[in-house]
């Protein structure tokens, strides 16, 4: 059983910064691909960006060069630093994780946390 807690959400003006955790109760973190994804009220849950199990990353282009995936193995935690924040970057952010990428980034992924609200201000 994996289990995935959130942190971190709140309210920013745009240009500001927000950094979200994901707490992975599990007993093997490093097996796992881990991923952020958003979902904005009326549209589809969206993949943000995923690191797989040998620590390689991946960027949606509308958040590249402003997001940063990064994981504590120690910790067993997930971050997702979120710079130069954009109203459009407004939704409920979720993480997920699977042992195979191809649930991971077709948001189908096993386990899900509760999700943590972002709301970006003009």
């Known amino acids: 059983l994996v289990q995935l807690v959130e942190s971190g959400g709140g309210s920013v003006q745009a240009g500001g910064s927000l950094r979200l955790s994901c707490t992975v109760f599990v007993d093997t973190y490093n097996n796992y691909n881990m991923g952020w994804f958003r979902q904005a009220p009326g549209k589809e849950r969206e993949l943000v960006t995923w690191i797989d199990s040998a620590g390689r990353r991946t960027y949606a282009d509308s958040v590249k060069g402003r997001f940063t995936i990064s994981q504590d193995n120690a910790k067993n935690t997930l971050y997702l630093q979120m710079n130069s924040l954009k109203p459009e970057d407004t939704a409920m952010y979720y993480c997920?994780?699977?042992?195979?990428?191809?649930?991971?980034?077709?948001?189908?992924?096993?386990?899900w946390g509760q999700g943590t609200q972002v709301t970006v201000s003009s």
């Open positions: 997920a994780a699977d042992s195979n990428w191809f649930r991971l980034i077709d948001c189908r992924a096993t386990f």
